[in-house]
């Protein structure tokens, strides 16, 4: 007999597995410490007007699967019709078994309207008026909670005004909203649009920006504001990861001067990414590193879309080198904070778990991460991948565990799906004679990395 389709076994083939999701990761709440959700959608608690908008509105993961199966623009992001673009979505979803999608659209069916059917073109309309019918009572704030979200951090550049995050704070909502500092418009010198940002930092750091030192005191006053608003961690998005010591300024200068170099990108591009280290430490802010993409791959589309709409894709390029050069040079001066390794090319899970492991020490466990299976890594593949690599190379119960990383407010799914799979895997472990059956330690290790871990580690404060 096959097994049910998504049941309440989903994904867990052992008696342990089952035990150790039901009885103690799924009743913990979750603290998402990376998601692109706009805070003003929080602010605000919008309301969707149909699934279309709310489904499909910003998840370019969902226009990149319409766009490999021949979808119209229009349908994707477009002006067609909400159910024009539902039902092509759902034509798409039907012809992608074992797609991480498939598994979270129809988890997010399930869990936000109760609907157990699986989705296709013959069902769309049927779906898609009875999820229609449940909207209105399903705005911003109520799927958060009803999600169970403890915390979460949105992503803010220096010169956002937060408005919308006092906003949220002031309105009493239980799940603690922050903003994490995202400077990397103040990094990438040698990309367009880096003056007028220079400028647009200037006004909201009250100095104008005249050379690198300017351009360090305005990112440290952005990072006292933040700061001041309850920021806790920071995050950096670079094409990849360089470590070249040079001079700043020089490189200041020559980029004003419209003739900057690629080793003088790369010196400053280093020294404003161990200055924000720097300031981390002082702060006590975790920070991030995602890196490893190619960004806006395809010109016509991005010209027509702009960025975070699919084009997005992985890069090959090396860059061991470059992460080790940053932890040592950090590390060499006392000044390493935490931070959360992500690459975009999971061939850089064992360079990135063993130069974590370099680093680690008393005060923290886990003080240099692994980060969870980024983006295309967001399979059921490429999460047991990531968690047997750092099974192999560090200290799997010290891991911080899930995130989103998405601009969709149903994607908190994501994190059942993940502690599925790792209650999985770690009860194939058990039934393999692996590890005891010691349910008391392995019951708090999944605890930990559900959502203990990751409070510890960035220091959240929750009830």
Do not use: Y
């Given at each position: 007999m096959p097994t049910p389709f998504m049941d309440e076994d989903f994904l867990l083939t052992t008696d342990a597995a089952r035990r150790l999701y039901h009885t103690y990761?799924?009743?913990e709440p979750i603290f998402d410490y990376h998601c692109h959700i706009p805070p003003a959608h929080i602010a605000e608690d919008k309301v969707f007007a149909d699934m279309a908008e709310l489904w499909l509105g910003a998840d370019h993961y969902k226009w990149r699967l319409m766009r490999w199966d021949g979808a119209d623009e229009s349908l994707v992001t477009g002006g067609a019709p909400g159910f024009d673009k539902f039902v092509r979505y759902a034509e798409a979803l039907s012809r992608a078994p074992g797609s991480p999608l498939y598994h979270w659209s129809h988890l997010e069916l399930r869990r936000y309207f109760g609907i157990t059917e699986p989705l296709s073109p013959a069902s769309a309309r049927r779906i898609f008026d009875e999820c229609g019918a449940k909207l209105p009572e399903l705005s911003a704030r109520t799927i958060i909670s009803r999600s169970n979200v403890a915390a979460l951090a949105t992503t803010d550049d220096p010169i956002d005004d937060l408005r919308y995050h006092r906003a949220i704070a002031a309105a009493g909502f239980k799940t603690r909203v922050l903003p994490a500092f995202r400077p990397d418009k103040a990094v990438n010198i040698d990309k367009p649009g880096f003056w007028g940002y220079i400028e647009k930092l200037g006004e909201a750091s009250g100095s104008a920006i005249t050379d690198a030192d300017a351009l360090k005191d305005a990112l440290a006053r952005r990072m006292d504001f933040f700061g001041e608003n309850g920021c806790l961690l920071s995050d950096h998005g670079l094409d990849t990861m360089v470590y070249v010591p040079g001079d700043a300024?020089?490189?200041?200068?020559?980029?004003?001067a419209g003739c900057v170099t690629r080793e003088q990108a790369d010196a400053f591009k280093t020294?404003?990414?161990?200055?924000?280290?720097?300031e981390y430490a002082k702060r006590g802010?975790?920070?991030?590193?995602?890196y490893g993409a190619i960004r806006n791959a395809n010109t016509r589309g991005f010209e027509a879309l702009g960025p975070d709409a699919g084009f997005d894709c992985v890069s090959t390029r090396p860059c061991a080198d470059g992460v080790a050069g940053i932890l040592d040079a950090l590390s060499r001066e006392g000044s390493l904070p935490k931070v959360v390794l992500y690459s975009l090319n999971?061939?850089?899970d064992a360079a990135l778990a063993t130069a974590?492991?370099?680093f680690q020490g008393a005060g923290a466990r886990g003080r240099i991460q692994h980060g969870s299976a980024w983006w295309f890594n967001d399979t059921k593949r490429g999460m047991r991948g990531q968690l047997a690599n750092l099974a192999d190379l560090g200290v799997l119960g010290d891991f911080i565990g899930m995130l989103t990383d998405s601009r969709s407010l149903l994607s908190y799914t994501r994190h059942e799906y993940f502690r599925r799979i790792l209650c999985g895997l770690i009860g194939e472990w058990v039934d393999n004679g692996e590890y005891p059956e010691d349910y008391e330690t392995l019951g708090g290790i999944i605890r930990d990395i559900a959502f203990g871990n990751s409070v510890k580690y960035f220091g959240l404060r929750v009830s």
């Open positions: 990761a799924a009743p300024d020089a490189a200041f200068r020559a980029a004003r020294e404003m990414l161990l200055f924000c280290c720097r802010w975790a920070t991030q590193f995602h999971p061939n850089d974590a492991g370099c």
